[in-house]
């Protein structure tokens, strides 16, 4: 646990250490950040996941060892909120969890992940404190955090993952995916495809469509490459059978017409812990080749 200056409280993180940290006292590793999905907490991906019994399998068969940090992120979608939220509003409202996990002073969550947790981690834990060695991945609304925060943070993160990610909010169609892309060129085009994360959207980011496409992963991915800025290593996969693999398709065809090599794969399954505890070995071992080295 330690305290979060972005979002004026203290958080949980989940620490796990590869199997050789205890002995070598002088090795230092790369770093995989794994951020939950809404409605989870930072304990999913061990409990719900295995990630851990996932990770002790790739490392003792050659995958480069890495620390895994899983932390809190409530509800907060990874992003900073356009309606900031005050604690004693959220605490007078009934939540799953108490409003000492839950609650904060500020909804800065990119900020939280990009610099609080990193920080806390590169200083308690043997680190290596680079881009270059520090990846970030996760599920649903995870994995849109992953992304986007790759994308706001390049100097930050040097690869970035996504299982199932809520990738393209903005898409309203053809559906199933076929090209031309259609993208909402008002906020209220988003509702009706927005469905019961509508509300939740609006907090995020409010009825500013500009507030919209600044929180959009191709639109940041495009901004990088006409700045010639350099683009995290990306990795997006998905179930054929997923409600969001339109939204996933959308972002894949994005970033090819961009020329942003990534890898992309859709599988069979749905949003479910099935799919993500089996395919997370895939997201970790990828993530070792970009990191690991």
């Known amino acids: 646990m330690f305290y979060s200056p972005s979002l004026g409280v203290r958080k949980h993180v989940v620490v796990y250490l590869p199997p050789s940290y205890g002995s070598d006292s002088t090795r230092r590793y790369p770093v995989a950040y794994y951020l939950h999905g809404l409605s989870g907490a930072e304990t999913d991906w061990v409990s719900k996941g295995s990630i851990d019994v996932t990770s002790d399998s790739l490392f003792a068969s050659g995958t480069p060892e890495m620390i895994v940090i899983m932390p809190d992120g409530d509800d907060g979608w990874y ?31 990119d900020d939280y992940i990009a610099r609080d947790v990193v920080q ?95 929180a959009d992963i191709a639109h940041s991915a495009e901004l990088l490459v006409r700045r ?11 179930g054929r059978d997923d409600g969001f693999v339109d939204q996933n398709r959308a972002l894949h065809a994005e970033l090819s017409r961009l020329g942003v090599a990534h890898a992309y794969a859709e599988w069979p399954g749905a949003h479910t812990w099935r799919y993500w505890s089996t395919h997370v070995a895939q997201s970790l071992s990828w993530m070792g080749t970009r990191i690991g080295r």
């Open 79 to 109: 992003t900073t909120w356009e309606n900031q939220l005050a604690y004693r509003t959220c605490a007078d409202t009934l939540h799953n969890e108490s409003p000492e996990r839950y609650c904060v002073e500020h909804e800065r969550y």
């Open 120 to 214: 806390h981690v590169d200083q308690r834990y043997r680190t290596m404190a680079d881009r270059a060695h520090r990846g970030i991945g996760g599920l649903s609304m995870g994995g849109y955090g992953a992304l986007i925060i790759a994308m706001h943070h390049p100097d930050v993160f040097g690869a970035a993952a996504s299982h199932s990610g809520v990738l393209s909010p903005m898409y309203t169609g053809p559906r199933p995916f076929a090209e031309p892309i259609r993208y909402a060129t008002t906020v209220d085009e988003i509702r009706p495809v927005a469905g019961p994360y509508w509300v939740r959207y609006l907090n995020y980011w409010g009825t500013n469509l500009d507030r919209w496409r600044a």
């Open 228 to 238: 010639r800025a350099p683009v995290p290593s990306i990795f997006i996969d998905c």
